[in-house]
């Protein structure tokens, strides 16, 4: 492709590239100078040219940053949070960007859905909140995990009181009760005080014992460096009330460090539970209000063979 101005139109921005921006200095330079003139890659005039070119593509790499921060799934730290009160919303205490950009989806979802959809993006979305679940009974009588009839039951992770209550008041249909482990009270717009319930999670926190046989090549502690945080922080990425299906650590292990992932075998893959006897090697239940977290300080115990 030669060179072009740059544009933009309905598809984005369109810039040349560096060979472009090149290769157009290039000639220009000759139909000055001569066509004759030597611009081999060794000639100071040829590379003075080139850094030319680079500075011009530097100039696009900027425009195309500063393009891109426009928009949400690209724009990252200072250039993001310029974009969050337009979704209502903003950015938590050490909060990631990537975190941000999943709140983000969030409150998009919501605001195109109604009922159970909605109420969870609001939830999502309210201050301080990392994680929710709602859980919905529309029969007649209470269900298995409790929840009263015709009731909304919301567990939370982290978040403010009554932030979430506010969210879950101003969402859920009218007519259908709140139910949890703790109560807040908020004011309609009509000054009528409501009581809004719902549920902070418990953590069920598990110690997890991957057993390893060195192979040729192997060593331990480039192995514990990689495989015990990569299982921690798959199992903290785990959501309220989703059980930990215990076999998937074996690829999670091996996919931690793939430059090393063949000097190692998994022999074996076990997990206790505080509370409970033996170990687990298939699934660990996990309650409706509960999250499985590992150990943070030892919660991966790698057993060496």
Not at 58 to 64: M, R
Not at 107 to 113: F, M, P
Not at 191 to 200: A, D, I, K, L, M
Not at 226 to 239: E, W
């Amino acid at each position: 492709m030669s060179y072009f101005a740059p544009y933009i139109d309905d598809s984005g921005l369109h810039m040349p590239t560096y060979e472009d921006r090149l290769e157009d200095l290039v000639e220009s330079y000759r139909s000055i100078f001569g066509v004759e003139s030597e611009l081999s890659a060794s000639v100071p005039d040829y590379q003075l040219l080139s850094v030319f070119a680079k500075a011009l593509d530097d100039v696009s790499a900027l425009c195309l940053q500063a393009y891109n921060s426009r928009n949400p799934q690209y724009a990252a730290g200072a250039a993001l949070d310029l974009l969050l009160p337009q979704y209502g919303i903003t950015r938590a205490a050490g909060e990631t960007d990537a975190e941000v950009r999943a709140r983000i989806r969030t409150s998009l979802a919501g605001r195109g859905t109604s009922g159970t959809d909605a109420l969870l993006a609001a939830v999502k979305n309210a201050r301080g909140v990392k994680d929710a679940r709602v859980y919905v009974n529309d029969t007649d009588s209470a269900d298995a995990d409790g929840i009263p009839a015709h009731s909304v039951a919301v567990v939370t992770r982290g978040g403010n009181g009554a932030a979430v209550a506010e969210a879950i008041w101003n969402k859920k249909a009218p007519g259908i009760g709140t139910w949890g482990s703790t109560s807040k009270s908020i004011t309609d717009a009509a000054g009528n005080e409501h009581t809004v319930s719902f549920t902070p999670y418990t953590d069920k926190m598990i110690q997890i014992y991957p057993y390893i046989t060195l192979l040729a090549g192997g060593d331990q502690q480039a192995i514990t460096d990689a495989v015990a945080p990569a299982i921690t922080d798959y199992v903290d990425r785990l959501g309220l009330g989703i059980s930990l299906n215990v076999p998937q650590l074996y690829g999670v292990a091996y996919a931690a460090d793939p430059g090393i992932a063949n000097t190692f075998v998994v022999t074996d893959m076990q997990v206790s539970v505080p509370g409970t006897s033996g170990v687990v090697r298939t699934v660990v239940p996990c309650a409706w209000d509960e999250k499985i977290t590992a150990v943070r300080n030892g919660g991966v115990s790698i057993r060496f063979s």
